[in-house]
T-cell receptor, first 113, second 115 residues
Framework: DAKTTQPTSMDCAEGRAANLPCNHSTISGNEYVYWYRQIHSQGPQYIIHGLKNNETNEMASLIITEDRKSSTLILPHATLRDTAVYYCIVRVEGGGSNYKLTFGKGTLLTVNP | DGGITQSPKYLFRKEGQNVTLSCEQNLNHDAMYWYRQDPGQGLRLIYYSQIVNDFQKGDIAEGYSVSREKKESFPLTVTSAQKNPTAFYLC??????????????FGPGTRLTVL
């Protein structure tokens, strides 16, 4: 799986958009970008994933650059409950032994009142 | 309610004792996983299983063992051979086909402390 690089920490004001970047310059053509988050002392939670088109769901939007070497997770209106560690992961979609996720250290997002 | 349960939430053991962490899911998922998390670190994969009676080593399997006798259950044994067993252990499951196969569902975790 391709490695990812994320900032160690970020701050965001409550109600504003939180933009979390991720670099994955060695991503392969068949690898997807996944985002999970982990609130303190809980299990991680899936947020969104995509291949090359931008994706949006009820939790967030994922913007992937045209060369796919980087992406941005956007939380449009951050709340205090969005304070968590956000993990960016790249891997192939589904399939055989590729189900496993490789987590780095992620970005600690702190949403401030 | 469907989900993954891990028990207990906190577990204390003496050094040299084996301990088994439970993980149960009623999501009808084929695949199950065990991860370990140390303070300030990301998750590291210990073992995973894609089907009953089959499992594979992850990145840090030494000192651990698993079994997968039932689809719903994937217990993890931390043996005395594991040099630094104190950690937060997370179990996850996912389907292996269909629309949801890319999302892993995590349990609440078990925090193991070896004294």
């Amino acid at each position: 799986d391709a490695k990812t690089t994320q900032p160690t920490s970020m701050d965001c004001a409550e109600g504003r958009a939180a933009n979390l970047p991720c670099n994955h310059s060695t991503i392969s053509g068949n690898e997807y970008v996944y985002w999970y988050r982990q609130i303190h002392s809980q299990g991680p939670q899936y947020i969104i994933h995509g291949l090359k088109n931008n994706e949006t769901n009820e939790m967030a939007s994922l913007i992937i650059t045209e060369d796919r070497k980087s992406s941005t997770l956007i939380l449009p209106h951050a709340t205090l409950r969005d304070t968590a560690v956000y993990y960016c992961i790249v891997r192939v979609e589904g399939g055989g032994s590729n189900y496993k996720l490789t987590f780095g250290k992620g970005t600690l997002l702190t949403v401030n009142p | 309610d469907g989900g993954i349960t891990q028990s207990p939430k906190y577990l204390f053991r003496k050094e040299g004792q084996n301990v088994t962490l439970s993980c149960e899911q009623n999501l009808n998922h084929d695949a199950m996983y065990w991860y370990r998390q140390d303070p300030g670190q990301g998750l590291r994969l210990i073992y995973y299983s894609q089907i009953v009676n089959d499992f594979q080593k992850g990145d840090i399997a030494e000192g651990y063992s698993v079994s997968r006798e039932k689809k719903e259950s994937f217990p993890l044994t931390v043996t005395s051979a594991q040099k630094n067993p104190t950690a937060f252990y997370l179990c996850a499951s996912s389907p292996t086909s269909g629309r949801g196969r890319d999302e892993q569902f995590f349990g609440p975790g078990t925090r193991l402390t070896v004294l």
